[in-house]
């Protein structure tokens, strides 16, 4: 492996692994469970994270007793970047509805949002119990224990996960990227190879296994792996945010957006 590319690894590993604790714009819902069938009928604005703000935001404040509605206005802070507001909606609605694993999910994910990884960890230990596991939220432990450098622990959590959901992509992005992180390029290659094996894999694990691939020098094959049966712009704009990152060698505080990762809120 190049020196250079072994310099990127700290700068775009350690932003892999925060992507996938965050999880995205896409997460509205991730491991929080769905809300009830009120709340959804009066309105569904979540395509649209500004305005999800809004409309929540404006019930919530009309009914901040509302768990669900602390829920949803969370998720929507969360989706549009406001990840200290996040935290304090969705931690004022666990102290008035103490032991609501749904909202200890979201408040968990928004902690880890905002980087507070240890105590995100604490509080998603609370969101489910041994007897009892949700693979989402053991995944998201994973991701907050690797941001905390603690490895061999984080990828107990994973492997706990896909006992639970056997070869769950999203989940073996993650491991993947736990791999990259304690710079075991081949078995992280190995491990996204077989969430981009899968049917369900998405657009984010692709990317993924392009950029490792790339880190280990093989440039034309990590190409054709982001482009591969995809329309020509898309396939464009994937090559293109793929030398994106892999440039971040020769300066690895350049700008970029985070690594694509796969997302947590697929049907379990």
């Avoid at 979201?106 to 905002?114: E, K, Q």
Wanted: with cysteine; net charge positive.
């Amino acid at each position: 492996m190049q020196p250079s590319l072994a310099r990127l690894l700290a700068s775009a590993a350690a932003t892999a692994i925060l992507a996938a604790t965050l999880g995205g714009c896409q997460t509205m819902s991730d491991i929080t469970g769905s809300l009830n069938s009120k709340t959804q009928a009066s309105a569904s604005p979540d395509a649209d994270p500004r305005r999800a703000v809004e409309a929540y935001g404006e019930r919530y404040r009309a009914n901040p007793k509302d768990a669900d509605l602390a829920l949803r206005y969370g998720q929507a802070l969360r989706a549009t970047g406001q990840r200290a507001q996040a935290v304090a909606v969705l931690e004022q609605a666990t102290i008035a509805h103490a032991g609501n694993k749904a909202l200890l999910a979201g408040y968990g994910r928004a902690l880890a949002d905002n980087g507070n990884f240890q105590q995100a960890f604490d509080v998603l230990s609370r969101a489910h119990s041994p007897d009892n596991p949700d693979w989402r939220i053991l995944s998201v432990q994973g991701t907050a224990l690797d941001q905390l450098g603690r490895h061999d622990e984080a990828r107990l959590y994973y492997a706990s996960a896909l006992k639970i959901v056997p070869d769950e992509p999203s989940v073996l992005s993650n491991l993947g990227l736990s791999y990259v992180l304690s710079k075991d390029l081949p078995k992280a290659e190995e491990t996204l190879r077989r969430a981009y094996a899968s049917t369900r894999a998405d657009a984010r694990v692709r990317q993924n296994l392009g950029l490792v691939v790339g880190l280990q020098g093989r440039f034309a094959e990590a190409e054709s792996i982001v482009k591969a049966d995809l329309p020509s712009e898309e396939a464009a704009a994937n090559v293109a945010y793929l030398k994106q990152m892999l440039s971040r060698k020769d300066n690895p505080r350049a700008g970029g957006g985070t690594m694509p990762v796969a997302s947590l809120n697929r049907p379990g």
